[in-house]
């Protein structure tokens, strides 16, 4: 269910007290098979190597290269060039003569190949403070890289190939959610009625908004919830009485009275932001003992609460900037730093979303969930994801586990389904689907 990704520091240690010269050669020689698969029309091979083992391994490919029969020469001329300027210790911004070979290999026109992790990208953090190589393809060693994994890196890491270079896994702090973590969200028992197979409060639907709480309602059930009532606004529920069959509708001031009859809490969907829905959900944060995702509007001018239930907070890049008191340009740059102090200073789980999902509890390493397609970029999908975690949360996984399974069913959903043109609704209508 979670493969390891490493930091610098951690592939040291797995590193240590192995032959180095027979490990850069077992790396050098995958890098330059993985370019001969990848581009087997290739004549010429050119690369650009640093002083460290990184550019060891590229001075290798080469060597293989050459024995295959090909041009291979360090330089920024060929068919194919090789990225082993920076390894995984590099961290900051690449010195001028340094980002000046990096905007050579990247208006070279052709396939970049880059060794363990592109040059210009943090290992440890996905952190990128200037030039950085876009590379077509990425050979790392061992086990993928944090960097590889969460953005902005990744999305200069294009095909990720792990290379088996001799050495033994070890746990590592943060791991890779991977789509077997679905197998664990509990199924309905012969003996489960509608309200043992969980039940889900759902707070939200304002006027104007009450697409976003029928989203999370009905993305609930399809996540396998057997019972869901939507507390709204008394305006809104003649609309969702139109648009929610399954769901029971009561009106927002009996929300808290509602709280007994369930076993979790989805607040915020289209919920608005008045200083009365801000009170609403303090109330429901601190005087409930129910499992809670929190999302969207309830995540306005939150501040920390006191509460011993588990609770899952689930902010896009500009929420989680107004949670931190910075703006999403800062967030996006520096997603681990930012959803690891959001899961600190809030003392429960971040899920913080995005390409790469990112899952940080306190005191813990991060979970990274990232299979979901571009297709995801949508409105509406985080209501279904809310729906989702409230789903397993109310059938009793544990929070940070229902999270990272509610944001890979939401992946798969969205991979069952078309690449362009896909909208919240056709990921719910997926998620029986994705969780068989």
């Known amino acids: 269910m979670l493969d390891p990704l490493y930091t610098a520091e951690e592939m040291r240690a797995a ?28 004549r010429s091979f050119g690369a650009v190597c640093g002083g460290g083992a990184n550019g060891g391994d590229g001075r290798i490919a080469l060597e293989v290269l050459r024995a295959a029969g090909r041009t291979a020469e360090e330089g920024t ?111 309905k028992r012969p003996s489960d009625t509608k309200y043992t197979a969980g039940a889900l ?42 648009r929610l069959v399954e769901a029971v509708k009561r009106p927002l001031e009996e929300a808290q009275d509602a709280v007994a009859k369930h076993d979790a809490l989805a607040i915020g969907p289209g919920l608005g932001r008045s200083d009365d829905r801000h009170v609403l959900v303090r109330g429901l944060l601190e005087e409930s003992d129910l499992p809670a995702v929190v999302d969207a509007d309830a995540l306005y001018d939150l501040e920390p609460f006191e509460r011993s239930a588990p609770t899952v907070l689930t902010p896009h890049e500009g929420e989680l900037g107004r949670l931190l008191g910075r703006d999403s340009a800062w967030v996006a740059a520096h997603r681990l730093a930012a959803v690891t102090g959001a899961a600190e ?41 809310t729906g989702v975690i409230g789903a397993f ?13 509610g944001a890979v069913a939401c992946d798969v959903a969205a991979r069952l389904g078309p690449a362009r043109g896909l909208v919240a609704s056709d990921v719910v209508a997926l998620l029986p689907a994705a969780l068989e």
């Not at 590193?15 to 995958?30: I, L, Q, W, Y």
């Not at 995005?354 to 999908?381: N, Y």
């Not at 949360?393 to 399974?405: F, I, N, T, V, W």
Request: net charge negative; hydrophobic share 45%.
């Open 201 to 242: 409060l759902v707070v939200g639907g304002a006027p104007g908004m009450t697409g976003a709480v029928s989203l999370t309602a009905t993305a609930a059930f399809r996540a396998d919830a057997g019972y869901v009532t939507v507390c709204a606004p008394g305006e809104s529920l003649p609309v969702l009485e139109g």
């Open 393 to 405: 949360l109310a059938k009793g996984m544990e929070a940070r586990m229902a999270a990272a399974a």
């Open 345 to 385: 200073r809030f003392g429960c789980i971040c899920l913080l979303k995005g390409a790469d999902v990112l899952i940080a509890a306190p005191g813990t390493g991060v979970f990274v969930a990232a299979l979901g397609p571009p297709s995801l970029a949508t409105a509406g999908t985080g209501d279904v994801l």
């Open 15 to 42: 590193e240590a007290g192995h032959d180095v010269p027979a490990m850069m050669e077992r790396a050098g020689r995958a890098v330059a098979e993985e370019a001969l698969r990848r581009y087997p029309d290739a």
């Open 77 to 187: 001329e060929g068919d194919v060039l090789v990225d082993a300027l920076f390894g995984t210790g590099f961290t900051g911004e690449p010195r001028p003569d340094a980002a000046r070979l990096i905007d050579d290999l990247n208006g070279s026109g052709v396939p970049i190949v880059s060794v363990d992790l592109p040059s210009g990208v943090d290992a440890d953090t996905g952190e990128i403070a200037g030039a950085a190589v876009r590379a077509d393809v990425t050979v790392t060693m061992h086990g993928r890289k944090v960097g590889l994994e969460v953005a902005p890196g990744r999305f200069k890491a294009g095909d990720v190939v792990v290379a088996d270079i001799g050495l033994e896994h070890r746990d590592t702090n943060h791991r890779l959610v991977l789509r077997e973590v679905l197998s664990i969200v509990p199924r």
